[in-house]
């Protein structure tokens, strides 16, 4: 599915052993980074705004 919504992003999962973190890694060509860094502003706004990210902080990508 996202390869028709977003063709422009490179996917990447990793998975630690032994219950280790895993990771979800985007990237692609220009301009994928400000359109992350949008995308997802806009999405911690909108639940901060809603009160469900108390204490979330955000920064710059």
């Given amino acids: 599915m996202e390869r ?3 063709p422009f992003f490179d996917f990447g999962i990793e998975v630690g ?3 280790g973190p895993v990771w979800l890694r985007l990237s ?9 860094s949008q995308a997802f502003l806009g999405l911690v706004r909108a639940r901060r705004d809603k009160g469900a990210l108390r204490g979330f902080k955000t920064g710059t990508v």
């Fill in 28 to 36: 692609g060509r220009r301009g994928v980074k400000d359109f992350l």
């Fill in 17 to 19: 052993r032994e219950s």
């Fill in 4 to 6: 028709k919504c977003c």
